[in-house]
């Protein structure tokens, strides 16, 4: 069975003040890892996809690395608005098709002005 | 491009009463999956539909079914309604042979 750890279950910083956040997983064939955001209310916002151990993205003051085991969404200087709860998923390969994604419970990350 | 559109927003029902929660998929998708998020389990998979067809499911009991048009718009029925189906159903598409998946702004669903 597919499982994913996300850790902090919270975080609150200052503005400005980098950190990680960590997604640890375990899955049968990885297909891809998947970053989101989830606003209050709102749908999950796709971020990153990363498919191989070694991958890295980056968007604006986010960026998304992957090993074997783990993923690490690591946030620089970060402002108020990115403010939210980041979650993590894995999708597995299947034959037939795209298997459903797994979730973590997320990091609810508060940035304090 | 118009993002994944869900309909009602927001539902009350009664237990044992059923529900049919509506989701239009972006322009050009043609993978439509389902999940459930709520408090405790946080987001699960219900199931996929591609070209009509359910690819996958989760491990949801039978009262949970879905259908897909041939427009890829999708629907999802839930029947008998219990307390326990209170969540935020999310609707989320994909284009083929792509891997991510674009979530719309969900229905929230009260079950009383």
């Known amino acids: 069975e597919d499982q994913v750890t996300q850790s902090p279950e919270a975080l609150r910083l200052q503005e400005g003040e980098s950190s990680s956040l960590n997604c640890s997983y375990t899955?049968?064939?990885?297909?891809?890892l998947f970053w989101y955001r989830q606003d209050p209310g709102k749908g999950p916002e796709f971020l990153f996809t990363?498919?191989?151990a070694g991958e890295e993205k980056e968007k604006e003051r986010l960026k998304a690395t992957l090993t074997k085991k783990e993923s690490f969404l690591h946030i620089t200087a970060p402002k108020p608005e990115d403010s939210a709860t980041y979650l993590c998923?894995?999708?597995?390969?299947?034959?037939?098709?795209?298997?459903?994604?797994?979730f973590g419970k997320g990091t609810h990350l508060i940035i304090q002005p | 491009k118009a993002g994944v559109t869900q309909t009602p927003r927001y539902l009350i029902k009664t237990r044992g009463q059923q529900v049919t929660l509506s989701c239009s998929p972006i322009?050009?998708?043609?993978?439509v999956s389902w999940y459930q998020q709520t408090p405790g389990q946080g987001l699960q998979f219900l199931f996929e539909?591609?070209?009509?067809?359910?690819?996958n499911k989760g491990n949801f009991p039978g009262r949970f079914s879905g259908r897909q048009f041939s427009n890829s718009r999708s629907e999802m029925n839930v029947s008998t309604l219990e307390l326990g189906d209170s969540a935020l159903y999310l609707c989320?598409?994909?284009?083929?042979?792509?891997?991510?998946?674009?979530f719309g702004p969900g229905t929230r669903l009260t079950v009383t």
């Open positions: 989320a598409s994909s284009q083929e042979a792509r891997t991510e998946q674009y």
């Open positions: 899955v049968s064939g990885l297909r891809g």
């Open positions: 990363l498919y191989s």
């Open positions: 998923a894995v999708q597995a390969y299947s034959g037939g098709g795209a298997d459903g994604l797994t």
């Open positions: 322009s050009g998708h043609r993978s």
């Open positions: 539909y591609f070209s009509e067809t359910q690819r």
